[in-house]
């Protein structure tokens, strides 16, 4: 009688203590999955905070941003000799332009083809200069640049005449906005000469206010003096269009 006390005393303790020990676990189970829970929370925040930053970046880079027309203009593979063999790169040439007046070049390397173009693409929005149009499709007057052993002449067309250019020039007057041009290259068909002569005589085009400016007169003192009629000169004065 007296073992069988002890073992139902004993099957007793298990009975009341298995279900608080399950209870226990299952607590402290709660507890460690509400962490875990609120650990996922805490990564999830800072998973939409990094969201608003790279949204943030994106529009402010709209915002600061300016349509470009962007053209390749020359690619060349160089190398640089070292220990053991060559290295190979890119070198880049890139024409930027907005189309309006605005336009400008730049040259960049790099060991692949899209970080030299980006390089080069870079430097020609640093460096645009902006040149006075006619009518928003020509020059103003003919002009002569010069760089090295290359020599451009650039001359304004009438309307409809389109862009006789080659090659690397044509890719500045289509950056440029220029939509009627006749040029010719002399010399080197180097396309950097080429470039550096074309921005040369481009540099030195003025117009007619600018001129007038400077010397204090009117634009149509100025027209007038090519032997057109007062009426004539006040005329082509306010159809100048820069």
């Not at 030299?116 to 009518?135: F, G, H, N, Q, Y």
């Amino acid at each position: 009688m007296a073992d069988e006390t002890i073992v139902e005393g004993a099957v007793a303790v298990e009975a009341t203590s298995a279900p608080e020990a399950r209870e226990g676990r299952g607590r402290g189970r709660g507890r460690g999955g509400e962490r875990n829970n609120n650990s996922g929370g805490g990564d999830r925040g800072r998973g939409r905070g990094g969201d608003r930053d790279r949204r943030g970046r994106g529009n402010n880079d709209e915002d600061g941003g300016e349509e470009l027309i962007e053209k390749l203009v020359h690619i060349n593979r160089v190398s640089k000799t070292v220990k053991g063999g060559k290295r190979f790169g890119f070198a880049a040439l890139v024409v930027v332009g907005d189309g309006k007046g605005r336009v400008g070049f730049g040259h960049g390397k790099a060991r692949e083809v899209p970080e030299a173009i980006t390089k080069a693409t870079a430097s020609a929005k640093k460096k645009m200069i902006r040149v006075p149009l006619k009518e928003g499709r020509t020059l103003h007057h003919d002009g002569r640049g010069r760089f090295g052993a290359g020599k451009v002449n650039v001359r304004s067309a009438p309307a409809g005449t389109g862009i006789i250019a080659g090659g690397p020039m044509r890719a500045v007057f289509e950056s440029l906005g220029v939509h009627d041009v006749v040029t010719k290259s002399v010399g080197t068909s180097n396309p950097y000469n080429m470039i550096r002569a074309t921005f040369d005589a481009l540099s030195e085009q003025t117009s007619p206010k600018s001129v007038a400016q400077r010397r204090g007169k009117k634009v149509a003192d100025l027209l007038g003096r090519g032997g057109a009629a007062p009426v004539e000169a006040e005329a082509a004065a306010e159809a100048i269009v820069e």
